[in-house]
C-alpha cells in the first residue's frame, strides 16, 4: 500500500514558477513508478510527467518539456514536480499517482494509488 499527499500548489503570475511535492508513505515507496497528472474543469485527467523508481527514466508531455521536471528523493519518499514559465492553461487540480513497472505511464488508469490533489492557478 502507498498513501500520498500532494502540496504546494497556489496562485502565480504567468511566467512564474511553484514546486509541487507528493510525499508517500508506506514500505513500497522506492519501488514504485511515480505520475504527476492534471486535471482541468470539465476536461479529462491529462498526463504531465512520470519518473521510474530509481530516477533514470522520465517521461514528459510534449505541453510540459522544457517547462516541468519531475525528480524524486527516495530518503524522503517525496516526488517533486517543478514548474517554470507556467501559462494560464497549465490551471488545473494536480494528482501524483503511484504504480509498478514502466509500460504506458501516461495511462491514468494504469496506476494503483492516488493522492487527493492541489490546485494549481495560474494567472495571467
Known amino acids: 500500500q502507498v498513501q500520498l499527499v500532494e502540496s504546494g500548489g497556489g496562485l502565480v503570475q504567468a511566467g512564474g514558477s511553484l514546486r509541487l511535492s507528493c510525499a508517500a508513505s508506506?514500505?513500497?515507496?522506492?519501488?514504485?513508478?511515480m505520475g504527476w497528472f492534471r486535471q482541468a474543469p470539465g476536461k479529462e485527467r491529462e498526463f504531465v510527467a512520470a519518473?521510474?523508481?530509481?530516477?533514470?527514466?522520465?517521461y514528459y508531455a510534449d505541453s510540459v518539456k522544457g517547462r516541468f521536471t519531475i525528480s524524486r528523493d527516495n530518503t524522503k519518499n517525496t516526488v517533486y514536480l517543478q514548474m517554470n514559465s507556467l501559462k494560464p492553461e497549465d490551471t488545473a487540480v494536480y494528482y501524483c499517482?503511484?504504480?509498478?513497472?514502466?509500460?504506458?505511464?501516461?495511462?491514468?488508469?494504469?496506476?494503483?494509488?492516488w493522492g487527493q490533489g492541489t490546485q494549481v492557478t495560474v494567472s495571467s
Open positions: 499517482a503511484a504504480r509498478r513497472g514502466w509500460d504506458e505511464v501516461e495511462v491514468p488508469m494504469s496506476y494503483d494509488y
Open positions: 508506506g514500505r513500497t515507496f522506492s519501488s514504485n513508478t
Open positions: 519518473i521510474s523508481w530509481s530516477g533514470g527514466n522520465t
